[in-house]
């Protein structure tokens, strides 16, 4: 997960000379889901002022099982207030 000025970019998924794989994300305010935040990118708001947030990535490669990362600890962002 990178961070670019009030935005955060989250990197997923691969890509092969057979397939590309489907990528879904699902970020998260002090472990409550965002609702209608479900791509790579969050843009960050005043109600993330003091928060941490995270983000679930999910990964699906047709014939394999899918993956899913949710990040934790250093790899969460704390939101200056």
């Known amino acids: 997960m990178s961070q670019n000025a009030d935005k955060l970019i989250a990197f997923g998924g691969y890509s092969t000379g057979a397939a590309t794989s489907s990528v879904k994300y699902t970020w998260y305010r002090n472990g409550r889901a965002v609702l209608g935040q479900t791509s790579s990118q969050y843009t960050l708001s005043s109600k993330d002022a003091g928060a941490v947030i995270a983000v679930k990535v999910v990964a699906n490669y047709t ?15 704390q939101v200056d207030n």
């Open 63 to 77: 014939g394999y099982k899918s993956t899913s990362t949710l990040t934790s600890g250093y790899d969460n962002y």
